[in-house]
């Protein structure tokens, strides 16, 4: 136990990251497994910061999310394990902070769990490998397993049933193969359904999700494949499938699962016709109405000019591939 020890305080960044083969659906909510494997790009430009201390002062974990006090609930059940592998229960005062929207389909909860663990693991002085806090990131959220890493990378669903395998790595360094990401941002308001809610009602209704399921692994396969050969033509068209197959699952699930709006069809129309034109981009999208292109560094300029041009487009951000989550000196 901590008894008489001093407030023990650590501060990490995480950068959200995007899937280009989807991970959408559980196969053990419990201990929050996915039922398929994913693969992402871990952004540079957007930033989550959290600093964890813990005091045995403290009565409750305290969660304070962009300046407002926010529910802890899920931090505290992440914290929990932790908690459990350094041999105390002492509480923490949690403060986060996001430089772009929270909740609104640009992964927040993958940045988050990443840097929450890693910070508290600092914190705790538990000293765990990557592939442990990824582990632990992954009891938070799913994603949240694949920005404990950079680059590219590759989150396993596993097989054991204890989750001892569902946990991501690194694929390839961000510097090996420097792609570009334009998000066009087409709404900021939170989405009308969560992840995790969503998931469930899919794979209650949708007819599709067995057929999701069986051809994950071969997705991630042909994805693995293009990224190691550096074949953008091939890397766009398994993630552009992965990411209709998806919402797909959603349109076909019983109430169906919407998360476009029609800003998000006409920037997909413009990526679709930029590539018909010879630009090198695909897009993706996530559980909200955002559109994610990926470009070749060269193309990025255009595409964000093309992307911003588009009534109803918010706001345009650019980023490269950048680094997992670490430990950063207290501000
Ligand atoms: C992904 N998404 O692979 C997919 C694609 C959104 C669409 O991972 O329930 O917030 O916390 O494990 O990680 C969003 O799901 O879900 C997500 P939980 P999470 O990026």
């Keep these: 136990m901590m008894t008489g020890n001093p407030p023990r305080q650590a501060t990490a960044v995480a950068q959200p990251n995007i899937a ?6 559980k196969r053990n909510e419990k201990l929050n497994l996915p039922a398929v494997s994913s693969l992402s790009i871990t952004l540079d430009a957007l930033h989550t910061r959290t600093r964890v201390g813990f005091d045995e002062a403290f009565e409750t974990d305290s969660f304070l999310l962009n300046g407002s006090p926010a529910d802890a609930t899920r931090v505290t059940a992440c914290l929990d394990h932790l908690r459990a592998l350094a041999g105390t229960d002492v509480r923490a005062a949690i403060v986060t902070e996001n430089d772009y929207p929270t909740a609104a389909g640009l992964a927040s909860s993958a940045a988050g769990f990443a840097a929450l ?3 508290a693991d600092a914190a705790l002085g ?6 442990a806090l990824s582990l632990y990131a992954r009891r938070g959220s799913g994603s949240a ?3 404990i890493f950079g680059g590219f990378v590759e989150m396993a669903r596993g097989e054991r049933e204890d989750g001892n395998d569902a946990v991501a790595r690194a694929l390839l360094d961000a510097h090996a193969w420097p792609l570009g990401v334009v998000i066009a941002v087409t709404s900021t308001s939170a989405k009308p359904v969560g992840s995790t809610e969503g998931m469930r009602a899919t794979a209650a209704s949708s007819p599709f999700y067995a057929a999701w399921v069986d051809s994950a692994r071969a997705d991630l396969t042909q994805a693995r494949r293009a990224i190691m050969a ?13 990411c209709l197959k998806m919402h797909g699952l959603g349109f076909a699930a019983r109430p169906p699962l919407i998360y476009w709006n029609e800003t998000t069809m006409a920037c997909l129309h413009a990526v679709r016709e930029l590539r018909a034109g010879g630009t090198p981009v695909f897009y993706t999208i996530d559980a909200g109405p955002q ?4 470009c070749l560094p060269e193309a990025i300029e255009d595409v964000a000019a093309t992307l911003s041009g588009i009534s109803g487009v918010l706001q345009v951000i650019t980023s490269g591939l950048g680094a997992g989550a670490r430990v ?3 501000l």
């Design 20 to 25: 280009l083969v989807k991970y959408w659906g």
């Design 117 to 119: 663990v890693v910070a």
């Design 126 to 131: 538990l000293g765990l490998l990557p592939r």
């Design 145 to 147: 397993a694949r920005s």
């Design 230 to 242: 550096r074949d953008f033509g091939g890397l766009a068209a398994i993630s552009e499938h992965s």
């Design 291 to 294: 559109v994610k292109a990926v």
């Design 328 to 330: 950063v000196e207290d």
